[in-house]
C-alpha cells in the first residue's frame, strides 16, 4: 500500500507561484509514475502532470512551460512547481501514484486558489 500526503496549497495571486509537495510512503518501490492532477468546481478531475521512475515527464497542454514536476529521492517527495498562476487554475490538486497492474493510490487533495 502506498500513502500519498499533499501539501503547499492556499491563496496566490495571479501570476505568481506556488509549489505543492506529495510525500509518498508505504511501498514505493513499487510506484511507476508519480501523477498530479486537479479538479476544479463543477468540473471533471483532470490530468496535470506525470513523473515517471525513469525520470520522463509530461504536462497537459493548458500548464506546458508554467507547471514543473520534479522528485526529490532523499524525502521521498515529488513537486509541482507552478508559475504564472491564473484564474482557471483554481482546484484541488490531487497526487496520484500508478503501480503495475493497474492498481493506484490518491492523496486527499490540497485545494489551490488564484485570485484575479
Known amino acids: 500500500q502506498v500513502q500519498l500526503v499533499e501539501s503547499g496549497g492556499g491563496l496566490v495571486q495571479a501570476g505568481g507561484s506556488q509549489r505543492l509537495s506529495c510525500v509518498a510512503s508505504?511501498?514505493?518501490?513499487?510506484?511507476?509514475?508519480i501523477n498530479w492532477y486537479r479538479q476544479a468546481p463543477g468540473k471533471q478531475r483532470e490530468f496535470v502532470a506525470s513523473?515517471?521512475?525513469?525520470?520522463?515527464?509530461d504536462y497537459a497542454d493548458t500548464v506546458k512551460g508554467r507547471f514543473t514536476i520534479s522528485r526529490e529521492n532523499a524525502k521521498n517527495t515529488v513537486y509541482l512547481q507552478m508559475s504564472s498562476l491564473k484564474p482557471e487554475d483554481t482546484a484541488v490538486y490531487y497526487c496520484?501514484?500508478?503501480?503495475?497492474?493497474?492498481?493506484?493510490?490518491w492523496g486527499q487533495g490540497t485545494q489551490v486558489t488564484v485570485s484575479s
Open positions: 496520484n501514484a500508478a503501480m503495475e497492474f493497474g492498481l493506484e493510490y
Open positions: 508505504g511501498i514505493i518501490n513499487s510506484i511507476n509514475a
Open positions: 513523473l515517471s521512475r525513469g525520470g520522463s515527464t
